[in-house]
């Protein structure tokens, strides 16, 4: 059933041939087909500590599409990824690859989930550690990675890597590929950011593995997979008063998913049993549009041109039969 409101698509329902296996996640709805190709829609769904929230928001998920092709053909130079095209602006067609169970978090400065634990008094955080002497928003002498298992459903929690090795999650050799796609990703994010005056905090990776070699694809590698750099897996700060603001303890201005995050806290809600989602107004709704448009404007120097939303699923239907054939 393909449900759509204010404008949104809630969740595709596409019937195309060859379809083997079909995910939906939190906010992308995934088609594996049996040529080794797989169909990523992104949706307007939009989650937060885990739970998917009731309303979509509409264009983010023409924005999650649209930057991270951007950034996956900007970095392709640096580590490999699955992405082959983009026919629809809520689409992105590639290779299959098995998800690696492990979220690959690399961490330029002390923000969001790495400072809470800090307020906490932690000073190791996924087996990293993490100096002493910092504040809220404070860069790290060097990136870290922390990362976290991927969960299929409910909390992705926080692992160390001798905890990954020893659950067999990947192997060292697998390990130490991530971790050098990892940083060389966040580098050139980070270099690319500051072509738009933006700073790249914090921000999530994921891998998988390829099977057998098809379609031109040699096989037993590892590929950077999913989305990259977006307001949904990213945190940014404006680098324009970021000193300043810290020299005078003031929060800094970001364009990420905290925002969202922080309201529902406000709220009362962190995703915990027994809390309400609570209601989320068309003012609301509309400034999370506007932040996520600027932030793909922001990051790639280019205007966003809304898609049509009037029958989403049938926009998108019709642009996957064309491209497929």
């Avoid at 809630?10 to 906010?27: Q, T």
């Avoid at 996924?126 to 809220?136: D, I, N, S, V």
């Avoid at 909390?155 to 697998?174: F, M, R, S, V, Y």
């Avoid at 709704?285 to 939303?309: D, F, K, M, N």
Wanted: hydrophobic share 35%; glycine share 8%; charged share 25%.
């Amino acid at each position: 059933m393909t449900v759509e409101m204010d404008g949104t698509l809630m969740r595709s329902d596409l019937k195309l041939p060859g379809v083997e296996k079909i995910y939906r996640g939190k906010v992308r709805d995934v088609y594996h087909l049996a040529d080794g190709r797989t169909i990523l829609v992104a949706s307007d769904r939009i989650s937060a500590f885990d739970v998917v929230l009731p309303r979509g928001i509409p264009h983010k998920g023409q924005v999650l599409t649209q930057l991270s092709w951007h950034m996956l053909q900007a970095t392709a130079h640096v580590a490999p990824n699955w992405a082959v095209a983009s026919p629809d602006p809520n689409v992105v067609i590639g290779h299959t690859a098995k998800t690696v169970p492990v979220e690959m978090v690399v961490r330029g400065y002390l923000a969001g989930h790495a400072w809470r634990q800090y307020k906490a008094g932690h000073r190791m955080l996924c087996g990293a550690g993490m100096p002493e002497g910092l504040k809220e928003n404070d860069k790290f002498p060097q990136p870290l990675i922390t990362p976290s298992t991927k969960a299929e459903e409910g909390h992705d929690e926080d692992i160390t890597p001798a905890e990954i090795l020893k659950q067999g999650l990947c192997t060292q050799e697998e390990w130490d590929t991530m971790c050098r796609y990892a940083l060389a990703l966040f580098a050139e994010g980070t270099r690319l950011a500051a072509q738009q005056g933006l700073i790249l905090v914090d921000t999530k990776y994921e891998f998988g593995r390829t099977g057998p070699g098809r379609n031109g694809m040699p096989g037993g590698r590892i590929l950077l997979i999913d989305e990259i750099h977006t307001p949904d897996s990213s945190r940014y700060f404006y680098a324009d008063g970021y000193q300043e603001r810290q020299d005078t303890n003031a929060p800094q201005k970001q364009l990420s998913k905290e925002f969202v995050r922080e309201w529902l806290i406000a709220h009362d809600f962190m995703g915990k049993e027994g809390q309400r989602v609570p209601e989320m107004d068309d003012a609301f709704v509309r400034s999370v549009t506007e932040r996520y448009t600027e932030l793909y404007e922001r990051i790639t120097g280019q205007r966003l041109v809304p898609a049509p939303t009037g029958d989403m699923n049938a926009r998108v239907q019709r642009a996957l039969e064309e491209y497929l054939g």
